[in-house]
């Protein structure tokens, strides 16, 4: 059974069994609010969120290869992928999924934290108020089962980007923190730089 998570509660991706999950999805999910349609003028663009996962070394960026996005699929681990960009948050399930290989991963990555931003966000007219349904869920990769799902519901007005969560390793054990904070970042450089 899935465990649903508040804001800033923390989860250890540890089985019944008292094993780690080895292998997890993260799924991000979102749509679009309704909108009144203007009679004149032109038809707003679709939302185009892009998750992100950002893979620190001591807390921190140490190389741009450590970005994972639509851009750079793949980790240089290949312990980390992105399974591709979707445009407009249509549809049913997941919007974007990133796996993560934590048995794989290298010791000295700490950290993963998952972050979705708005694509020309500030050019576009566009921020999360706009956004409804959103979502972050860990699933275990061997089973599908979903582990835990975090749905962030404060209003998230004037944020152009938001940071999910993070993986995070503690001694031998991996752990989930629903974090669900909004900034005012414009693209996934600017975010990154938080981590730098």
Known sequence: MSISLKKGQKVSLSKESGES????????????????????????????????????IGGKIVDKSDIVYFGHLTHKTNC????????????????????????????????????VNIFQARARNQHFGMIQNAYIRIEDGMTHKEFCRYNLTDDYSGSTALVFGEVYRRGNEWKFNAIG???????I????????
């Open 21 to 56: 999950l080895s292998n997890v999805i993260v799924g991000l999910g979102w749509d679009e609010a309704p909108v009144k349609k203007k009679l004149f003028g032109p038809k707003p663009e679709p939302i185009d969120c892009d998750a992100s996962a950002f893979a620190l």
């Open 80 to 115: 980390i992928v992105h399974m591709g960009d979707n445009l407009t948050g249509e549809g049913n399930g997941d919007d974007e999924q990133i796996m993560i290989d934590l048995a794989m991963l290298p010791p000295e990555y700490d950290k993963i934290i998952i972050v």
């Open 181 to 187: 904070q909004g900034t005012t970042d414009n693209s």
């Open 189 to 196: 450089d600017e975010l990154a730089k938080k981590y730098k």
